[in-house]
């Protein structure tokens, strides 16, 4: 979850003219979802102009989750590393300073948040006096935790020169960074 201090954001008022049907999901959406129909549409404009927009130019490619699965976990775990270490990391470094325009600890690490958001995996970021805990909770299995662990250990090594601890489960994905 991305906290937002609301005392630093500067608002503007904007006029849209919208379909009536569009106005009436958005309200369905926003309502579904316990939220104002103002913040929902932030979120969704937010997510656009930060992720949907730089999607197809930095190479991604949608996969149903069944046929993910399938093709990841028939993988053997050496070859899962190698996949991850020769083409994962340097694609994943390329991708987060193409969206982000930049590649700092801070940078990336919103970026990876937002990143495992949009793959549907829900993310628990604790930060303490600049201590970061991730805790990411997937059904995507072993080798997607352990394909991750080795891009996140070498990135983290190799780009921010500290080293981490990831803990790779069926399940669960979690790392602790100091800032």
Known sequence: MILL????????????RLD???????????????????????????RFLD???????AGFVSLS???????????????????????GKNEIQNIAVFMRGKMDLKSFLSWFEQRM????????HVDEDGIHRYVMKHDLGKNW???????????FSDMFRKKIQVQAGK???SFEINE
């Open 171 to 173: 399940k669960i994905l």
């Open 117 to 124: 958001i949009n793959s549907t995996v829900q993310v628990n």
């Open 145 to 155: 935790s352990i394909y991750n662990k080795t891009i996140l250990e070498l990135i």
């Open 5 to 16: 201090d609301r005392k630093s954001k500067k608002t503007s008022t904007i006029t849209f």
């Open 20 to 46: 009536d049907e569009l106005i009436k999901r958005l309200r369905s959406e926003s309502a579904s979802k316990q939220v104002s129909t103002n913040t929902f549409v932030n979120q969704a404009l937010r």
């Open 65 to 87: 989750k069944p046929v993910f699965l399938k093709i990841f976990n028939n993988l053997k775990q050496k070859d899962i590393v190698d996949i991850a270490s020769h083409v």
């Open 51 to 57: 992720w949907d927009l730089h999607e197809p130019s």
